[in-house]
């Protein structure tokens, strides 16, 4: 019962540096998002996938990346860590029948336990 | 665009004694509504959400939430508090169409004291 998979828990990265957090799911889910969270800010969309090979931003896109080669796998990237970085990232993964648009976003997401990322 | 408040940063309460965490949302039409928990060092978990009908939902743990259109509120309770319900409890809100993003509160502590 693996779920939704992040690597790593942990990363203390210095300003300027790049790296790439890992999000694997086992539930065959076609959506996957990635989020950070901040104190008393709730969380904020950064990017988002609605299937293998795309990507889509969400509300916070700037200074990250994402891709998504394989369906159970979602990336993101920072290029040049800033300290403004430093926070917890969520990957969350959700069933969203095919072909259907927006009209069955019903679906819970399903969260990983997060990846804690301090920039220096 | 769709958002939600969660009005109170903390919500402190009695073991045995009723919990109500409020939420309020707005959105363009009719919205789908979801509320997570999430314990210290750990990812959201689903508790329950409101598609359509019904305006009390239940779901895990013994809690429950009220729909109410003209309020455009969706508080989540449980009748009888447990010190281990003490988490950060997140209401969340998406439209049935367009933009499929899902828009969450700030979060609320819920504390229970033994």
């Known amino acids: 019962n693996a779920g939704v998979t992040q690597t790593p828990k942990f990363r203390v990265l210095k300003t300027g540096q790049s790296m790439t957090l890992l999000c694997a799911q086992d539930?065959?889910?076609?959506?996957m998002y990635w989020y950070r969270q901040d104190p008393g800010m709730g969380l904020r969309l950064i990017h988002y996938?609605?299937?293998?090979?795309?990507?889509a931003k969400g509300e916070v896109p700037d200074g990250y990346n994402v891709s998504r080669l394989k369906k159970q796998n979602f990336l993101l990237g920072l290029e040049s860590a800033a300290p403004s970085q430093t926070s917890v990232y969520f990957c969350a993964s959700s069933y969203e029948p095919p072909g259907t648009g927006g009209l069955f976003s019903n679906q819970p997401q399903h969260f990983g336990d997060g990846t804690r990322l301090s920039i220096l | 665009a769709q958002s939600v408040a969660q009005p109170e940063d903390q919500v402190n309460v009695a073991e045995g004694n009723p919990l109500t965490v409020k939420c309020t949302y707005s959105?363009?039409?009719?919205?789908?509504l979801f509320w997570y928990v999430q314990y210290p060092n750990r990812g959201l978990q689903f508790l329950l959400k409101?598609?359509?009908?019904?305006?009390l939902v239940k779901g895990s743990y013994g809690f429950e939430a009220e729909f109410n259109k003209s309020q455009t509120s969706f508080h989540l309770k449980k009748p009888s508090a447990l010190v281990s319900d003490s988490a950060l409890y997140f209401c969340?809100?998406?439209?049935?169409?367009?933009?499929?993003?899902?828009?969450f509160g700030k979060g609320n502590q819920v504390v229970v004291i033994p």
């Open positions: 969340a809100v998406r439209a049935h169409y367009g933009n499929n993003r899902l828009a």
């Open positions: 996938s609605v299937g293998e090979g795309t990507t």
């Open positions: 539930m065959n889910h076609e959506y």
């Open positions: 409101y598609i359509t009908g019904d305006n």
């Open positions: 959105v363009s039409g009719n919205p789908y």
